[in-house]
């Protein structure tokens, strides 16, 4: 989908490589860290380069956000994609080693997200999830935008199951209901089902669900 995103002018990438920034002959961007301990920290001065680089690129800071994917940013979900991808201009710094020099952070950094408690090899990885769940949502990437709006978190339950061909296979058949061609019946039957599914394998979800349900019937 970034790829049709792109095809269809609906958003442009920039790669900026770090090495291009480095210092001395071998293009360094990491160092010891001051204090000691073990591992290696991102240099502030080409990340600072590449930074002013990539906001004169986009135009400069006007509806401009500066994203770290981090450990102690928000927990990443659809809501924060959903913001995200009205926001015109986009830059994601992709952390290595044991991070980055906190000045980066201090002067340039406005938001700070998390893809989970784990760890992963390097920013890039968070830093793709994150644009790709951005990407989808900007009108227009998608054939259908109620695809998205359907999907399981865009809604406030988890999506129901889906059956396709053969209509049997393995002494496993597809619910009958999905044949009848009486829409309300089948929009009750899927109701129910993500209903279901929420409250026994998301139980937290399905405590979100309850209470906004609750408080709408209180607003009536």
Known sequence: MLREAVAREKVDFHLI????????????????????GAGMVMMAEPIFKAI???????GGSNDLRIIYPSPQ???????LAEENSNVKKLIVICGHYKGIDERII?????????IGDFVVTSGEIPAMIMVDSIVRLIPGVLNKMESALSDTFAADLLDGPHYTQPREIEGMAVPEVLFSGHHKKIEDWRKVRREERTREKRPDIWQKYLELNESEENDE
């Open 52 to 58: 002013e680089n990539a906001i004169e690129l986009v």
């Open 106 to 114: 201090e002067k340039y950094v406005s938001h700070e997200y998390s």
């Open 73 to 79: 940013g928000k927990p990443w979900n659809h809501g």
């Open 17 to 36: 490589n770090l090495r291009e920034y480095g210092a001395g002959n071998y293009r360094q961007i990491d160092d010891t860290p001051y204090g000691g």
